[in-house]
Nanobody, 119 residues
Framework: VQLQAYGGGLVQAGDSLRLSCEAS????????MGWFRQTPGSEREFVAA?????YYADSVKGRFTVSRDNAKNTVYLQMNSLKPEDTGVYYC????????????????WGQGTLVTVSS
């Protein structure tokens, strides 16, 4: 399975971005998926996940929305009202089970896409 994340860029505080994560290879359109982000010197942190339900970190709740298009094997992360603290490399991953917020629960990772939010 390969995951390709894209859609990052440089935006100003208050702007929106939509990230996409496309799965290819031996895929199932029903894989639970998650989004994480990481800044230099910090651990990768949970952002959002989607299975039969959706899950969000408190820091993004109400601003970010995770969704999927099974026909396209693609998961999206719509990010609104972006803040400078949202800056980081965003990774998508397949959730293999366990806690949705733990990186150890995910077994395939995309390469990441950089989001930079200027103040």
């Amino acid at each position: 399975v390969q995951l390709q994340a894209y859609g990052g860029g440089l935006v100003q505080a208050g702007d929106s971005l939509r990230l996409s994560c496309e799965a290819s290879g031996r895929t199932s359109s029903n894989y639970p998926m998650g989004w994480f982000r990481q800044t230099p010197g910090s651990e990768r942190e949970f952002v959002a996940a989607i299975s039969w339900n959706t899950y969000y970190a408190d820091s993004v709740k109400g601003r970010f929305t995770v969704s999927r298009d099974n026909a396209k094997n693609t998961v999206y992360l719509q990010m609104n009202s972006l803040k400078p603290e949202d800056t980081g490399v965003y990774y998508c991953a397949i959730w293999a089970g366990g806690s949705h917020a733990s990186t150890t629960s995910y077994n395939y990772w995309g390469q990441g896409t950089l989001v930079t939010v200027s103040s």
